[in-house]
């Protein structure tokens, strides 16, 4: 039991922890601001290129998640080029709404401000462990993905609706669940996979609400 406790790294202390936190959510503005250069300079691509991106950009994601433990240099580099090819994958859908709707896209920006904020600092604070909500929340991810494959051939009244809010409540919990790990992370070096993870709660809640938005009537 003790050669068992000693094996588990030591808490970082609450300067270390601030550490984690700011450079973290640095890499989490770096890499939304190379997502938006991304999505310039992909603006009037192709509905095809984008899926061609979307492939490269997780494959980017994959080989982050196996570089991370070797060198965390190669990790941040994976994942500012993971943000620049998820851009480029969102270009043509951000083109379409920016010539169509240029109101949906600031609002859902706001919006989605506002959920990260909110859920981020709720699962920060929370002394709850929710790691079980996490594990029921990706199996209601995986769920959802199922769903939305079987929309896209069985009309179901109102799936577009219900896909966007069933998610936006998946990526909340996963939002509140991302920001407690990065409370409790043991290794400063994680701040790469953490920053990965939280971009991509922003990212999903941002899409999400722009199809909220830009679908009203």
Same mark, same amino acid.
């Given at each position: ?10 808490? /970082? +202390? ?30 009037? $691509? ?21 570089v991370a433990q070797r060198s965390?240099?190669?990790?941040? +580099? ?6 620049? *090819?998820?851009? /480029?994958?969102?270009?043509?859908t951000l083109s379409y709404y920016a ?12 919006? +989605? ?8 600092? @709720? ?9 079980? $909500? ?29 896909? @966007? ?16 790990? *990065?409370?409790?992370? !043991?290794?400063? !070096? ?28």
């Open positions: 039991m003790s050669s068992n406790t000693a094996a588990l790294p030591a808490p /970082l +202390t609450r300067d270390e922890t601030g550490t984690l936190f700011g450079q973290t959510m640095g890499l989490v503005a770096v890499t939304a601001g190379l997502f938006a250069l991304g999505a310039y300079l992909g603006r009037n $691509m192709s509905y095809g290129w984008g899926w061609v991106f979307w492939i490269a950009g997780f494959a980017a994601l994959i080989a982050m998640n196996a965390e240099r190669g990790a941040v +580099t994976l994942l500012f080029g993971f943000g620049v *090819l998820i851009g /480029l994958a969102s270009a043509p010539s169509t709707n240029p109101q949906a896209l600031w609002q859902a920006g706001g919006a +989605t401000a506002l959920v990260i904020a909110g859920f981020g600092a @709720a699962g920060y604070a929370t002394r709850r462990d929710l790691s079980g $909500m996490a594990r029921a929340l990706f199996w209601a991810l995986i769920a959802l993905i199922v769903f939305g494959i079987v929309a896209i051939f069985v009309r179901i009244p109102h799936s577009s609706l219900i896909y @966007a809010v069933v998610g936006l409540v998946i990526f909340a919990g996963l939002t509140a669940y991302d920001f407690q790990r *990065l409370r409790n992370a !043991r290794d400063i !070096r994680t701040a790469p996979l953490l920053a990965a993870s939280i971009f991509l709660d922003v990212l999903n809640v941002f899409l999400l609400l722009l199809s909220l938005f830009g679908n009203r009537d």
